[in-house]
């Protein structure tokens, strides 16, 4: 089979990755995606280093039986567990990761401290501690655990009282400081952003990195010639270790199917 003609495989620890999709498919509308939401093993982010990497293998694992031409790990938590093992794996595709999108806020330059949502694993790996260092002495940083909302996102509540309450009490401690803006450093949260955006106002910027991440997979299929030229739509094949029909509803509806 012609590579151009391959699927491009996306994983996330559960419905979280589909914020990366959407923005995929905006760019790519003549691709076929194979998307595999581990809802199942969902959160990844409180498990340990190592279940994570398992996990992002056996997830990987199964999107190359579908022949994908290139992974998107459509995770924060997993590329900051996987990344580096999973492209000494498989070494002959592009394998696209995901951090927080702390670069645009830093060129937002504006006064007042940058909040980073995350899950605990991204904010304590070596590879949010480099991108702190990169940053630090131009920034204001504060990263933020947010354990738990991810838990409201994976049955489809995205916004409403809970999730308000949620965030509220989030940022309580942060009441009296000036944050400029917020980064959604777990790809769960964008599908809360309306919700965030109440509770915050309107004069803190939301930052989200799906759009970065959609780029760079455009990039990586154009320089290795291999983006699919068909002139029709791409077919989008959603997958979930949950294997419930819920899950796959919840997923197109956050995909806007
Ligand atoms: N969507 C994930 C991320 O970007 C992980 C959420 C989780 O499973 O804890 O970090």
Do not use: W
């Amino acid at each position: 089979m012609n590579v151009k003609n391959m699927p491009i495989g996306f994983f996330d620890s559960g419905v979280g990755g589909l914020s990366v999709l959407r923005e995929a498919i905006k760019l790519l509308p003549n691709e076929d995606f194979i998307y595999f939401g581990d809802s199942k093993n969902a959160p990844y982010g409180t498990k340990s280093v190592d279940e994570v990497r398992e996990l992002s293998f056996k997830a990987s694992e199964l999107l190359l039986k579908y022949s994908v031409k290139a992974i998107v790990v459509a995770c924060n938590t997993a590329t900051s567990a996987a990344i580096e093992n999973l492209r000494n794996t498989y070494k002959n595709m592009p394998i696209i990761g995901i951090e927080p999108a702390l670069k645009p806020a830093v060129e937002l330059k504006r006064e007042g401290k940058i909040v980073i949502m995350a899950t605990p694993m991204t904010l304590s790996e070596k590879k949010f501690y480099n991108l702190m260092e990169r940053y630090k002495e131009n920034a204001d940083i504060v990263p933020l655990p947010c354990p738990g909302l991810v838990e409201y996102i994976e049955k489809g509540i995205v916004k409403g009282r809970e999730v308000n309450e949620f965030l509220k009490e989030k940022f309580l401690p942060l009441k009296n400081e000036n944050v400029s803006s917020v980064v959604l450093g777990c790809t769960h949260y964008p599908f809360i952003k309306e919700e965030l955006a109440n509770v915050l106002g309107d004069k803190v910027a939301i930052i989200d990195g799906s759009k970065g991440t959609a780029a760079q997979l455009k990039r990586q299929l154009l320089n290795r010639d291999i983006i699919n030229d068909k002139k029709e739509k791409g077919k989008i094949t959603i997958l979930n270790s949950l294997e419930s029909n819920e899950i796959i509803e919840v997923s197109k509806k956050l995909l806007q199917l």
